[in-house]
């Protein structure tokens, strides 16, 4: 019993340390002790672009060299490497809206992106201009005719511009399969390997072919990066990216092309915050009434299950401090949707409890003591309360499958709810109610445990 105390105990004093982690903060008081911030923004979680606004960019897509039938599956694959870019996890929730080329649009293919809680805008464009668009050009055919383009600097030294010797091919970033760091064997440089589909080892393989004893340019971001001679065709869809890398700059350009090459080029037509569509005054009002309804649920536990219901008031403190947790340490965006998990997570906890006390009272009612009463409650009711929550978490992972942006929030915060809420119910109720034995169950003892207005 006393080994149980002390766990119990440690539990407690954890879930504190928990809770004293998640709600730490400096918020600004008048001289009237009224607060001046917000429960959120005293609070640094990550909010959702309706509860604390965001950054809202337009974006232009220079689809000029795409042919006409494939503009809509080159913009569906730019939102899909945009929104993977910006929303690993898919708990970020970023709106990013293809706008096609109508007369509202002014003719033009656009991107709109709406990034929450990123209120520098010019912190969001860096987040959308770390994704390298990929090219490879060929050398245009010589004509003498025709003039190339030159600069002459101070010192009247001429430089060529390389642009104007290489014409654009249909091989992009969006035909990459994968990139990987390697290095090469004779002089141990840096390089990054390209490995393309199907398609896009079908075009290279055609490229290399046109183009033997010529030079192919490779293009990151509108510059020239390498331009290796071809000496063979290439049938395997393979290239490889040389230069003067270092190891670390090498590490970097692979992880920016495998997060996604922009499929065609983008140019940045305006920036503007937003503010949040809610507002903070229903934002607070969410706050107090979530507040309230723990307190009322509280209550009914304790007045209606005794000693029992206080328990499971506690681990569910804990319960909520682990949630909060997890929202800081993933993190979590918390839209209105994924708040609307998280209560639905609580809900889920208590019913748990209630399942495993109703079970408690039958057993005790049945003549068994406390302490058989409680293991027994506990068995009897796991196989419901797994169920439930097994339903729970496979409705969970469907939504976070196949759901957008804001219902992935919705599903994320609801299952980490059920799982967590298992937790709480089954095992740190179950150690506070193992601790308290009686040897002689006494009126006291009765008490503490019946319920409603029984003795």
Do not use: C
Request: charged fraction near 20%; glycine fraction near 8%.
């Amino acid at each position: 019993m006393i080994k149980k105390l002390i766990l119990s105990i440690l539990i407690l004093l954890g879930g504190a340390a928990v809770l004293f982690f998640v709600v730490k903060s400096e918020p600004k008081l008048n001289s009237n002790f009224e607060t001046e911030k917000s429960f959120f923004k005293n609070h640094p979680f990550r909010l959702g672009l309706d509860l604390s606004g965001g950054s809202h960019l337009t974006y232009k897509a220079d689809v000029s060299s795409v042919e006409a039938g494939q503009v809509d599956d080159s913009m569906a694959a730019l939102r899909d490497v945009i929104e993977r870019r910006v929303n690993l996890f898919g708990v970020s929730e970023p709106v990013v809206q293809v706008q096609g080329g109508s007369f509202i649009s002014g003719g033009e293919n656009k991107l709109i992106v709406d990034l929450p809680g990123v209120t520098d805008v010019d912190q969001a464009i860096e987040m959308i201009g770390q994704t390298p668009l990929l090219e490879f050009r060929i050398e245009k055919p010589q004509n003498e005719e025709e003039p190339q383009e030159a600069t002459v600097d101070e010192d009247g030294n001429v430089t060529l511009n390389v642009d104007s010797l290489f014409a654009p091919t249909e091989l992009t970033g969006r035909y990459l399969e994968r990139a990987s760091l390697e290095f090469d064997p004779n002089t141990r440089e840096p390089r990054v390997s390209l490995q393309f589909d199907d398609t896009g080892a079908k075009l290279f393989a055609g490229i290399t072919k046109a183009n033997i004893g010529k030079m192919v340019a490779i293009y990151l971001d509108g510059a020239p990066i390498s331009t290796p001679v071809v000496n063979e065709e290439i049938p395997n869809g393979q290239a490889v990216i040389s230069g003067n890398f270092t190891p670390a700059e090498a590490k970097q350009l692979v992880g920016r092309l495998n997060s996604g090459a922009l499929p065609v080029p983008i140019t940045l037509l305006s920036k503007q915050t937003v503010g949040a569509i809610l507002g903070e005054t229903a934002v607070l009002a969410g706050v107090q009434a979530a507040i309230i309804g723990f307190i009322l649920v509280a209550l009914f536990l304790i007045l209606w299950y005794r000693l029992p219901g206080l328990l499971a008031a506690v681990s569910l403190v804990i319960f909520i401090s682990i949630m909060l947790a997890l929202f800081k340490l993933i993190p979590v965006t918390l839209s209105a949707a994924g708040i609307a998990g998280f209560i639905i997570s609580m809900g889920i906890a208590v019913d748990a409890n209630v399942l495993i006390f109703e079970r408690l009272k039958e057993e005790m009612r049945a003549g068994k003591n406390i302490s058989d009463a409680v293991s027994a409650g506990f068995s009897r009711a796991w196989f419901s309360i797994r169920d439930s929550n097994i339903s729970s978490l496979l409705t969970a992972i469907i939504l976070f499958w196949f759901g957008t942006s804001l219902i992935k929030g919705f599903a994320l915060t609801l299952g980490l709810g059920v799982l967590v809420s298992m937790f709480s119910a089954i095992v740190i109720t179950r150690m506070f109610l193992s601790v308290f034995r009686f040897k002689n169950e006494g009126l006291l003892a009765k008490f503490l445990f019946s319920s409603g207005i029984s003795k």
